[in-house]
């Protein structure tokens, strides 16, 4: 092979690696009146290295630029009374118009009490879908109901409540991005993990040097090498 020839062909493979970067990207915005409590999680371990390979895309949107007069107000008391404040419609929805002319096509995700319970096939689903998405952080005793119509998605990530929308936000886009082609990098890294058949079904226990911690030796047939063995154990172990 020429020079030339090697040359050509490094060139196709590198555009074509830019090509496929470009489009398994996954574009996430996330609508919130706090963005300063992402950059800790989205930033480091896995979902850093999805960013620096190109395979997802963050971007905050401060709920509070779409505040209405002076005081930027995006809550008011409910109709109807009761304690606390809910978000207004108009910021909400100007925040999501903001976001759709960013990526039309993006699914909208609201985290809220009423939604579909988020399990992993849910995750899987939304990976293997290759759009992009818009999460809504709610906060104080909620929103105003009409903004469920500028929806996609709703989900409830367990019966307890948080004190807004970014944790379970953060939770759920952990679960998604983590499957996208690349991240966690053995091929089927994913494939083993707790949940990934049907939602129930537990890895199985895993152990690693010593071999003896405390008085506790390590299960015997993992230290015999016979690979049928192993794997009939694991399968045993699965909850």
Known sequence: M????????????????????????????????????????LNASML????????????????????LGPRKQVDDTPYGGGDGMLL???????AIETAKKNDPTAKVILPTPRGKLFVQSE???????????????????????????????????GNYVVTGGELPSMIMIDAIVRLLPGV???????????FQDDDISIEYPQYTRPEVF????????LLNGHHAEIAAWRQSQRG
């Open 214 to 221: 405390n008085g506790v030796r390590v299960p015997e047939v």
């Open 88 to 94: 207004k419609p108009e910021p909400l929805v100007a």
């Open 48 to 67: 850093w290295k999805a960013q620096e390979q190109g395979a997802v895309e963050f971007e905050y949107i401060n709920l509070r630029s779409y505040g």
């Open 2 to 41: 020429t020079n030339r020839a090697r040359v050509t062909g490094l060139y196709l493979f590198l555009q074509l690696r830019k090509m496929r970067t470009t489009i398994m990207r996954m574009k996430i915005q996330i609508i919130t009146l706090f963005p300063e409590m992402f950059p800790g999680v």
């Open 123 to 157: 995750a899987k689903t939304l990976a293997a879908d290759g759009g992009g998405y818009i999460f809504i952080c709610p906060r104080y005793e909620g929103y105003d109901e009409r903004i469920v119509a500028y929806t996609d998605l709703q989900y409830c990530i």
């Open 184 to 194: 966690l990098g053995g091929e089927s890294s994913a494939a083993i993990e707790s």
